[in-house]
Each structure stands twice: as structure tokens, then as C-alpha cells.
């Protein structure tokens, strides 16, 4: 079992960058694809991205895709959300999760089997 801990959120302006850390422990870490969802109050959690357990492969939400990247230290056990140009659209709790599987293309966070508590982003427009 994976035990991640999310970080790194906080107050932006428009236009502004952030980068989330999702810290893990567990040996299975670098085994588990590691996908990115936030909500919104009031709204379902939705998906944002994902990356493979070797960090070659990722998928991003076609909101995010061109200003968010992801990556991965599996030294560190640690994945990595560059979040550039934020939008306030881009406001929510923001949560990393691991899935069972070294890779996934999926969208579904009821894929995910461990969370991390979150982290809030808020965009000031």
C-alpha cells in the first residue's frame, strides 16, 4: 500500500505557476501509475493527469494540457505538478492518487485505490 501526501498548494494570481509535490511511501511507488484530480466545492472530482511508473508516459485533461506537466523522482519517491498560466478555473483541492498498475489511461479517479489528503490552489483573477 502507497501512503502519499500532496503539497506545494496555496494563493495565485492569474498567470501565475505553481508546482504540487506528491510525496509517497511503500515499496510499491515505483511500480503505480500516479494520476492528479481536483474538485472544485461543489463539483464532482475530476481528472487532471497521469504518468506512468517509469515517467515516459503521460496524460493530461484537454483544460490543462499545454500548461501543466508532470513528472516523476522515483528516488524520491516524489511526483512533480508544474502548473503554469494558472486560470481561476484552475481553483480546487487537488488531490495525487496511485493506482495499482504501472500504467493507465484512464480518467476514472474510482481507478485510484490511495489518496492523499490534498492540497487547496487558489486562482485570483
Known amino acids: 500500500q502507497v501512503q502519499l501526501v500532496e503539497s506545494g498548494g496555496g494563493l495565485v494570481q492569474a498567470g501565475g505557476s505553481l508546482r504540487l509535490s506528491c510525496a509517497a511511501s511503500?515499496?510499491?511507488?515505483?511500480?503505480?501509475?500516479i494520476g492528479w484530480f481536483r474538485q472544485a466545492p461543489g463539483k464532482e472530482r475530476e481528472f487532471v493527469a497521469t504518468?506512468?511508473?517509469?515517467?515516459?508516459?503521460?496524460y493530461y485533461a484537454g483544460s490543462v494540457k499545454g500548461r501543466f506537466t508532470l513528472s516523476r523522482d522515483n528516488n524520491k519517491n516524489t511526483v512533480y505538478l508544474q502548473m503554469n498560466g494558472l486560470k481561476p478555473e484552475d481553483t480546487g483541492a487537488y488531490y495525487c492518487a496511485a493506482h495499482r498498475s504501472r500504467n493507465y489511461s484512464g480518467t476514472s479517479p474510482t481507478d485510484f485505490g490511495s489518496w492523499g489528503p490534498g492540497t487547496q490552489v487558489t486562482v485570483s483573477s
Open positions: 504518468i506512468s511508473w517509469s515517467g515516459r508516459t503521460t
Open positions: 511503500g515499496r510499491t511507488f515505483g511500480n503505480s501509475a
